[in-house]
């Protein structure tokens, strides 16, 4: 007895393919529930007839300027005073904002050169400076002023 092989095709049928995905697309959209977005769940505060009064707090804002010139609250400083004039005011409040301002045309080296001193404030002078940001160029043109 003689059998014969016969020859497999070299097409994959997909004549049906896309009827089958259509049929799942409507079987997943049917069977899924369908959850309605609630929000944020939060009590308002009740009104009251005297607001507390919200002190403001200043920031120390460190300009870093082209060609290395660092301006701290308006002051000319080199590198190595800064720590020496934040320790005061960071001895009263050590979360203390402290805000790094790059002028757009500045090297990004003088930046990161600040930023570093901020970060060895506890081995110099005894205070972690915990509070450092760095706004963006845009944070820049939308907030400031």
């Known amino acids: 007895m003689k059998f014969t092989r016969s020859k497999a095709q070299d097409e994959i049928p997909t004549s049906s393919m896309a009827?089958?995905?259509?049929?799942l697309i409507i079987y997943f959209m049917v069977t899924t529930t369908f959850?309605?977005?609630?929000?944020?769940?939060?009590?308002?505060?009740?009104?009251?007839d005297t607001p507390p009064v919200i002190e403001k707090e200043e920031s120390v804002l460190i300009e870093i300027r082209p060609g290395g010139a660092i301006v701290v609250d308006n002051k000319p400083m080199q590198l190595n005073?800064?720590?020496?004039?934040?320790?005061?005011?960071?001895?009263?409040?050590?979360?203390k904002p402290v805000i790094i301002r790059p002028e757009?045309?500045?090297?990004?080296?003088?930046?990161?050169?600040?930023f570093d001193e901020l970060r060895q404030g506890?081995?110099?002078?005894?205070i972690q400076v915990k509070n450092i940001s760095v706004p963006t160029q845009r944070e820049i043109e939308r907030f400031w002023y």
């Not at 005073?81 to 979360?95: F, G, H, S, T, W």
């Not at 757009?104 to 600040?114: I, L």
């Not at 506890?122 to 005894?126: A, H, R, V």
């Open 122 to 126: 506890e081995e110099k002078i005894g």
């Open 81 to 95: 005073e800064i720590l020496d004039y934040l320790k005061p005011k960071l001895e009263r409040n050590p979360m």
């Open 19 to 23: 009827d089958i995905a259509f049929l």
């Open 104 to 114: 757009p045309t500045a090297a990004y080296g003088d930046m990161v050169n600040v």
């Open 35 to 48: 959850a309605a977005t609630r929000g944020l769940d939060f009590a308002l505060p009740k009104e009251e």
